[in-house]
T-cell receptor, first 112, second 113 residues
């Protein structure tokens, strides 16, 4: 199974600022996914990030708010821009190897 | 697109009892159904999965059953222990090329000692 490291594990940020979350995988993967998990809720897919192409965003999420980079097959970043308290959530990176999807430990973001 | 419903949202059982969590899905073309356990402060961890060509799968105290006709699948945990307390998510892989899972709403399982 893939080992996924996310940084930071948690952060408290001022509204109006931006935070970049890093996701490092211990093996090369084609597809990486970014999810948001609001308090007490399920996982909602933000976007799919493939190396060498623009990320594909799900309905309700836009590139200006959640820019994503995917410079190589083991790394991706998600930026949460111009944050507001409504962005307080857990953000999760995920990869698919075969069919199982594996998740990082998440980044717990609190916007004050 | 795929829609996954999960019940119950909370479940409290006595240690040693069994726990059952049920999910239904909408896309008859879905062919892969994983279950994840999420402990506080951690990301979801895959605990068991089942493919559409199998009706049941067991791994020690956990089992998953799939009824393709009725489009529902269930997680069964026997002899529950306090360390089973967590949030459990079911998911389905629908008919999409992106390997994107659709998740159920989650079940908070509490095992009382």
């Amino acid at each position: 199974s893939a080992v996924i490291s996310q940084k930071p594990s948690r952060d408290i940020c001022q509204r109006g600022t931006s935070l970049t979350i890093q996701c490092q995988v211990d093996s090369q993967v084609t597809m990486m996914f970014w999810y948001r998990q609001q308090p007490g809720q399920s996982l909602t897919l933000i976007a799919t990030a493939n190396q060498g192409s623009e990320a594909t965003y799900e309905s309700g999420f836009v590139i200006d708010k959640f820019p994503i980079s995917r410079p190589n097959l083991t790394f991706s970043t998600l930026t949460v821009s111009n944050m507001s308290p409504e962005d307080s959530s857990i953000y999760l990176c995920s990869v698919v190897q075969g069919q199982p999807a594996f998740f990082g430990q998440g980044t717990r973001l609190t916007v004050v | 697109g795929e829609n996954v419903e999960q019940h119950p949202s909370t479940l409290s059982v006595q240690e040693g009892d069994s726990a059952v969590i049920k999910c239904t899905y909408s896309d008859s073309a879905s062919n892969y159904f994983p279950w994840y356990k999420q402990e506080l402060g951690k990301g979801p961890q895959l605990i068991i999965d089942i493919r559409s060509n199998v009706g049941e799968k067991k791994d020690q105290r956990i089992a998953v059953t799939l009824n393709k006709t009725a489009k529902h699948f269930s997680l069964h945990i026997t002899e529950t222990q306090p360390e089973d307390s967590a949030v459990y998510f079911c998911a389905a892989l629908g008919n999409n090329a992106g390997n994107m899972l659709t998740f159920g709403g989650g079940t908070r399982l509490m095992v009382k000692p």
